[in-house]
């Protein structure tokens, strides 16, 4: 199975909103709605930010955002701040229990 | 707490094999299904497959078939990734990581703290 698309960087400014894309294909992200997405700062491992598609798992802000329309799902991060400031990574069950991955987004608080 | 603690890091040499350990606690440990993730240096995440603790079962990517190895042992809570025939591009942090809920491959909320594994002659 081939890796989820993710644009390499994106970025806002402070109290912004960003959005960041995962485009698959109906046989991983349109097919299910297993999508997550994974925040990762240097050097850390990565924190589960979203999952099924637009949940948020206890302690994570509301301003982190999930939503999925065909083949493409979204994470928003809503009035950004600086220590969103991370690498993004969405994955996408992918049928016959596989798992995929996106490469990956920087994601940059100016 | 759910906690997943690895094993330290390793440096080998091209052409043998390494065993990481991911040692469970804080929960059922045969309840959750166990994932490996690896990321080279500067790269993104590789899903590399799970294990079923309950079972023993387990599911590997396709990249990885023949070469991983996932186990575990239930006295101890631990599961081990072992990758045999090592290269130079095998040099990565592995990491394992819980999946959240029943299924087997939904999301995955709980994550070790990363081993490094160098391969260098």
């Known amino acids: 199975q081939s890796a989820l698309t993710q644009p390499p960087s994106a970025s806002g400014s402070p109290g912004q909103s960003v959005t960041i894309s995962c485009a698959g294909t109906?046989?991983?992200?349109?097919?299910?709605?297993?999508v997550s997405w994974y925040q990762q700062h240097p050097g850390k491992a990565p924190k589960l930010m979203i999952y099924?598609?637009?949940k948020r798992p206890s302690g994570v802000p509301d301003r982190f955002s999930g939503s999925k329309s065909g083949n493409t799902a979204s994470l928003t991060v809503s009035g950004l701040q600086t220590e969103d400031e991370a690498d993004y990574y969405c994955?996408?069950?992918?049928?016959?229990?596989?798992?995929?991955f996106g490469g990956g987004t920087k994601l940059t608080v100016l | 707490q759910v906690q997943l603690v690895q094993s330290g890091a390793e440096v080998t040499k091209p052409g043998a094999s390494v065993r990481v350990s991911c040692k469970a606690s804080?929960?059922?440990?045969?309840?959750?299904?166990i994932h490996w993730v690896r990321q080279a240096p500067g790269q993104g995440l590789e899903w590399m497959g799970w294990?079923?603790?309950?079972?023993?079962?387990?599911n590997y990517a396709q990249n990885f078939q023949g070469w991983v190895a996932m186990t575990r042992d239930t006295s101890i809570s631990t599961v081990y990734m072992e990758l045999s025939r090592l290269k130079s591009d095998d040099t990565a942090v592995y990491y394992c990581?819980?999946?959240?809920?029943?299924?087997?491959?939904?999301?995955?909320?709980?994550w070790g703290q990363g081993t490094l594994v160098t391969v260098s002659s």
């Open positions: 990581a819980r999946v959240g809920g029943t299924g087997a491959t939904t999301y995955l909320d709980y």
């Open positions: 804080g929960y059922t440990f045969t309840g959750h299904h």
């Open positions: 294990i079923n603790p309950n079972t023993a079962g387990t």
């Open positions: 109906s046989s991983d992200v349109g097919a299910f709605n297993y």
């Open positions: 099924d598609v637009s």
């Open positions: 994955t996408s069950y992918a049928g016959s229990n596989n798992l995929v």
